[in-house]
């Protein structure tokens, strides 16, 4: 048995089952199993929640110059939009995200972070931006306004040719 020196509280809820009278029914379900880690650091939790609510928005379509759910969304405005809910504020134009926030070594990369991309026909000037919802370096996925066949908020790979070729750097803009 391990001992560790950081004590890890859990809260559980048990599941319990009601059992219906002798006719043999199925039982009904009253109470879900939930976990939580006390010890989780109040940063990651606000990473989490980012990818959480970014993520309520999949499928919302893309709209040039766009920065509302209802309407549609260009990448710096679903970017724009998701920290907007978390006080942080961000610029409206992806070019305006080439000289903000701590740049990242991909092996720096957490949730939450930005990844800023060149421009799909100038390799010269920011184009195009996301937020990084699983970090793994070079092969991190993160979610985005696309303006390509899906024409949609989605979630895409790094490590695709299409965006390695075109990445410029990943940033922290939580400034911690």
């Known amino acids: 048995m391990k001992?560790?020196?950081t004590p890890v509280f859990f809260i559980?809820?048990?599941?319990?089952?009601?059992?219906?009278?002798?006719?043999?029914?199925?039982?009904?379900?009253?109470?879900e199993v939930t976990i939580i880690d006390t010890n989780k650091q109040p940063e990651?939790?606000?990473?989490?929640?980012?990818?959480?609510?970014a993520k309520k928005y999949m499928g919302t379509k893309y709209c040039y110059a766009g920065g509302d759910p209802k309407t549609g969304f260009d990448c710096s405005g679903f970017v724009?939009?998701?920290?907007?809910?978390?006080?942080?504020?961000?610029?409206?134009?992806?070019?305006?995200?080439?000289?903000?926030?701590?740049?990242?070594?991909?092996e720096e990369f957490r949730i939450g972070d930005i990844l800023v991309f060149?421009?799909?026909k100038d390799n010269k000037s920011v184009g195009h931006v996301g937020i990084i919802c699983e970090a793994n370096g070079m092969k991190s996925k993160f979610i985005h306004?696309?303006?390509?066949?899906?024409?949609?908020?989605?979630?895409?790979?790094?490590?695709?040719?299409q965006y390695t070729k075109r990445f410029y750097k990943g940033i922290n803009v939580l400034g911690e």
Do not use: W
Not at 12 to 31: E, S, Y
Not at 85 to 100: E, H, Y
Not at 151 to 161: K, Y
């Open 145 to 161: 306004s696309s303006s390509g066949k899906e024409m949609a908020v989605i979630i895409s790979e790094l490590g695709s040719d």
């Open 118 to 120: 060149y421009g799909y």
């Open 44 to 53: 990651q939790t606000k990473r989490e929640e980012i990818i959480a609510y």
């Open 3 to 5: 001992l560790y020196k």
């Open 12 to 31: 559980l809820t048990a599941t319990f089952f009601v059992f219906c009278d002798q006719h043999k029914t199925k039982p009904n379900k009253v109470d």
């Open 80 to 106: 724009n939009f998701v920290y907007k809910n978390f006080d942080v504020d961000l610029p409206r134009s992806s070019s305006g995200f080439a000289t903000i926030g701590r740049t990242l070594k991909p």
